[in-house]
């Protein structure tokens, strides 16, 4: 089915009539992050959306990303890597645009992808290189885990009190201190004696 329509991108790349141009030659992002892939293609004039035919697939296994048919999605339920994780940007494609929105990347998504355009007046593509990189651990918040005790609730307002009481101790010696040896205490301490 796909064979007439290759024809015509072979037909059209000799001829240059269609350009197909990605966004980017090359894309990078981390494990279980999103990313939008860009392509843009020659608007045929008068553009009809049901003349128009998109294949993105990851070469060389031919995982396909992504395959608009007569201006209809199909479905990715034949393809389990990409399945519910890849939306198009239809708006877009009016303007000659097409921008692939891939969720929750994983490191085996790493590639190399070609997207072939197809309409009734010539079709084209173009690759990009995708590489994900594995999730680097961030320092968070200690949980409490395995041999590791959780947060006590009142830790805080311990060591807060402590440290009141003990400023009111070492007030209260400093004036027991003041008070023994100041001249109004020699006088009454030696008139006792």
Known sequence: ??????????????CGTFVVTVGQSSYQ????????????????????????YILCEKIPDQRVLYRLFEGDEVPQSEDKQFSGRVQSDRDV????RLRLHVSRLRTEDSGLYECDVITDQGGGSDRCNLTVSAAVERPGPRRPGPGRP???PYNDRLILFGGVVLS??????????????SPA?????HSII
């Open 168 to 181: 009111v101790a070492a007030f209260m010696v400093t004036i027991i201190v003041v008070l023994v040896h």
């Open 93 to 96: 494609l009016r303007e000659g």
């Open 29 to 52: 992002a981390e494990e279980n992050q999103n990313i939008s892939l860009d392509w843009t293609f020659t608007r045929p004039d008068p553009f009809r959306i049901s003349l128009l």
């Open 150 to 152: 959780g947060p006590r």
């Open 1 to 14: 089915m796909w064979r007439i329509p290759l024809l015509f991108t072979l037909t059209s790349r000799v």
């Open 185 to 189: 205490c020699k006088y009454t301490r």
